[in-house]
Nanobody, 126 residues
Framework: QVQLVESGGGLVQAGGSLRLSCGASGRTASTYEMGWFRQAPGKEREFVAAISWSGGTTSYADSVKGRFTISRDNAKPTVYLQMSSLKPEDTAVYYC???????????????????WGQGTQVTVSS
């Protein structure tokens, strides 16, 4: 497993932007598939975006396509989630997740990710 630490959350007005970062520690962290999930109050955790270890494959939830971009820098190693055109319904705690096995699919299944960060709050005001 790797240790994950998210940062970059905060309060933003609708239409604004934020960039979340997820730093990963561990010798092999750069080989892990990484994902972002979110959980709003009273709702289940839902998939947001994911990226393969090389960055060559990405996946997004329909609700964020065209607005969010996931990327990674394996030299650090850090995964980013650039969020633009934010909406009040994007308000949630955002979690970074990692998995050692490279599936190149099934990114929306949280049960396939074995490492999780503590979460960072994103609040979008209307």
């Amino acid at each position: 497993q790797v240790q994950l630490v998210e940062s970059g959350g905060g309060l933003v007005q609708a239409g604004g932007s934020l960039r979340l970062s997820c730093g990963a520690s561990g010798r092999t962290a750069s080989t892990y598939e990484m994902g972002w999930f979110r959980q709003a109050p009273g709702k289940e955790r839902e998939f947001v975006a994911a990226i393969s270890w090389s960055g060559g494959t990405t996946s997004y939830a329909d609700s964020v396509k065209g607005r969010f971009t996931i990327s990674r820098d394996n030299a650090k190693p850090t995964v980013y989630l650039q969020m633009s055109s934010l909406k009040p319904e994007d308000t949630a705690v955002y979690y970074c997740a990692a998995r050692r096995k490279n599936y190149y699919s099934d990114y929306a299944k949280p049960e396939l990710f074995e490492s999780w960060g503590q979460g960072t709050q994103v609040t979008v005001s209307s």
